[in-house]
């Protein structure tokens, strides 16, 4: 059974602070790693990717990915209000096109 | 970026009726998408890949005559909950792959079946 694993928190930082997101998975063969965000009742919005080993950065979000660690994170700096959501990783099934998602993190960003 | 357009984006039905969920590639061509249910405070959980011009994948426990699934085109698929149950409440949602760009989530449909 491939899993991805996040902690479901919530996690509340205050704002302004840097938000650091987790997720561990167990399939080996992932080539691609996807993290998303849900606000309440809305459906999943694409956050960025990361394929390669190591950090990517977009804007205020860093995405950071250890294959032998079968980890990846993802770190937003200056967090605001808005970015209080559930925060999902997403791991397509090697060979497929299927993804597996994590049951998400909480993030509430404090005024 | 690619937009999947979902509809509706809620529903009530009464029991034992049957409602049909459409999403469709606004500007992408997709020969497979997929079909998501999500309960409260729970993650999505993978219904079904939907493959143009053939038959849907179901994914274990999930009942193909109850959830109907048909993709006749490159750019549209449906979701029919038949026979609906008070149980079948949940959000529905597709996505579609538009290659480069990941996967694009549809708007979601919120089903209450009373």
């Known amino acids: 059974q491939k899993e991805v694993e996040q902690n479901s928190g919530p996690l509340s930082v205050p704002e302004g602070a840097i938000a650091s997101l987790n997720c561990t998975y167990s399939d080996r063969g992932s080539q691609s790693f996807f993290w998303y965000r849900q606000y309440s009742g809305k459906s999943p919005e694409l956050i960025m990717f990361i394929y390669s080993n190591g950090d990517k950065e977009d804007g205020r979000f860093t995405a950071q990915l250890n294959k032998a660690s079968q980890y990846v994170s993802l770190l937003i700096r200056d967090s605001q209000p808005s970015d209080s959501a559930t925060y999902l990783c997403?791991?397509?099934?090697?060979?497929?096109?299927?993804?597996?998602f994590g049951t998400g993190t909480r993030l509430k960003v404090l005024a | 970026g690619a937009v999947v357009s979902q509809h509706p984006s809620w529903v009530i039905c009464k029991s034992g009726t049957s409602v049909k969920i459409e999403c469709r590639s606004l500007?992408?061509?997709?020969?497979?998408m997929f079909w998501y249910r999500q309960f409260p405070k729970q993650s999505l959980m993978l219904m079904a890949t939907s493959n143009e011009g053939s038959k849907a994948t179901y994914e274990q426990g999930v009942e193909k005559d109850k959830f109907l699934i048909n993709h006749a085109s490159l750019t549209l698929s449906t979701l029919t909950v038949t026979s609906a149950h008070p149980e079948d409440s949940s959000f529905y949602i597709c996505s579609a792959r538009d290659y480069g760009q990941g996967y694009t989530f549809g708007s979601g449909t919120r089903l209450t079946v009373v």
């Open positions: 997403a791991v397509p099934t090697s060979g497929t096109y299927k993804y597996i």
């Open positions: 500007d992408f061509q997709a020969t497979t």
